[in-house]
């Protein structure tokens, strides 16, 4: 079974409430107990490896140096034919006989160990994979426990007051609602910036003498001065008042 | 004791408020240690940081079963398992009838990291709220 097919069986298991442990703690223990233990197996493993290839290696180097003392004798099992020498050779040929049993049996050791190396790194192997596999499925499982309890405090911090987990529909309203206050004020503040920002700048135009206020200041006040000179063309004093005209008293 | 993961929060919660504005960080005590990161203007979507074994998980609590319309149930589940993918950084989930958006970082996961996280869970949050709304009693 998988891991997560585990975690679901456990999670659907019963009506279980949060708060309410997800994994069995026991098995989470034995669970671990046993990683432990594959980890131990495992260094172990790897120790034997390391040991039995030095003794392959140990007995190929035999085989070879028995190789060569084998060609050394039949070269002096040929020099003593060679001379006559029979009882000579008869005695070396024995010499190379045991050698060559002695060379058969490390050949054999070394095949050995050859198959047995490659026993260890299949199992050191499938070792590997059972402790990933368990850690990984350890850790999807206390991840799980971990969520549930982390959300049993929260839930516990959130029980009463206005931080209680409302419902969704609401939240929603309120941060829809909070966003267009805020958008409308943002708004409000730009148009009142604005406006303050404009007026303040006519002001100080208009001190300067510059702009329509000031124009328009100056306009009325050229164009009243215009319509006096004109109404009073020889007067010699602004002192007199102007002559009564029947005319211009009804405008 | 301040942890360095409070020291990390701390940072991140300064990180968030350069683009969201005001954030509250909130410990919250109990069997394993959970930040609360409220942002102002989304006191309704908190967003919780936990260390749960070997990785650190920003939750965000979206609405509960009671919150869903009975009728469009399956709709909904639909619709989010068709939305997870495409979601920048967060994935849909349930914490037993709660379910939420969240993002999973490596328990050594740096500052940054965790602000990016952080920033888009709660962008997520809002949206899929918006999104998921005609769903919702």
């Known amino acids: ?251 | 004791m301040e942890t360095e993961l409070d020291q990390r929060i701390k940072a991140v919660a300064a990180g968030l408020e350069a683009t969201l504005g005001a954030v509250e960080v909130e410990r919250i005590t109990g069997d394993v240690p959970v930040f609360k990161l409220t942002v102002t203007g989304r006191e309704e979507l908190p967003m919780f940081v936990t260390q749960a074994q070997s990785q650190l998980l920003c939750i965000c609590y979206l609405w509960t079963e009671a919150d869903i319309a009975a009728a469009r149930r399956t709709a909904l589940l639909e619709a989010m398992l068709d939305l997870n993918v495409a979601i920048p950084l967060s994935s849909f989930g349930r914490i037993g009838d709660k379910y939420v958006l969240h993002g999973a970082l490596a328990c050594d996961a740096g500052v940054d990291d965790l602000t990016q996280d952080l920033l888009a869970l709660s962008d997520n949050a809002v949206d899929a709220l918006v999104a998921m709304a005609d769903y919702l009693v």
Do not use: C, W
């Not at chain 1, 966003?179 to 406006?195: F, G, N, Q, S, Y």
């Open chain 1, 1 to 251: 079974m998988s891991v997560f097919s585990k975690i679901l069986t456990a999670l659907r298991g019963s009506a279980r409430e949060i708060g309410e442990s997800v994994v069995d703690n026991n098995a989470t223990r034995i669970y671990e107990q046993e990683i432990y233990e594959s980890k131990a197996a495992l260094a172990k493993a790897k120790q034997d490896l390391t040991l039995v290839m030095a003794q392959e290696k140990a007995a190929l180097r035999e085989v070879e140096r028995l190789n060569k003392e084998v060609s050394r004798f039949e070269e002096h099992a040929l020099a003593a034919l060679d001379k006559d020498q029979e009882l000579l050779a008869i005695e070396v040929a024995g010499k190379i006989a045991e050698l060559e049993s002695e060379r058969a049996l490390q050949e054999k050791a070394a095949s050995e160990f050859a198959q047995h190396i490659t026993n260890l790194k299949e199992l050191i192997q499938q070792a590997g994979a059972r402790i990933r596999e368990h850690e990984r499925e350890l850790a999807v499982a206390k991840t799980t426990e971990s969520v549930y309890r982390a959300t049993e405090s929260i839930s516990q911090s959130m029980g009463s007051g206005a931080s209680k987990l409302g419902n969704a529909r609401e939240s929603l309203e309120r941060i829809k609602q909070r966003h267009t206050e805020m958008a409308d004020r943002m708004k409000a503040a730009e148009e009142l910036d604005a406006e303050l920002g404009s007026k303040a700048l006519e002001k100080k135009l208009a001190a300067a003498g510059i702009g329509e206020q000031a124009n328009q200041q100056n306009n009325v006040l050229a164009r009243l001065q215009a319509q006096r000179k004109a109404s009073q063309p020889a007067a010699p004093t602004t002192a007199q008042p102007p002559a009564a005209d029947d005319g211009q008293a009804t405008i």
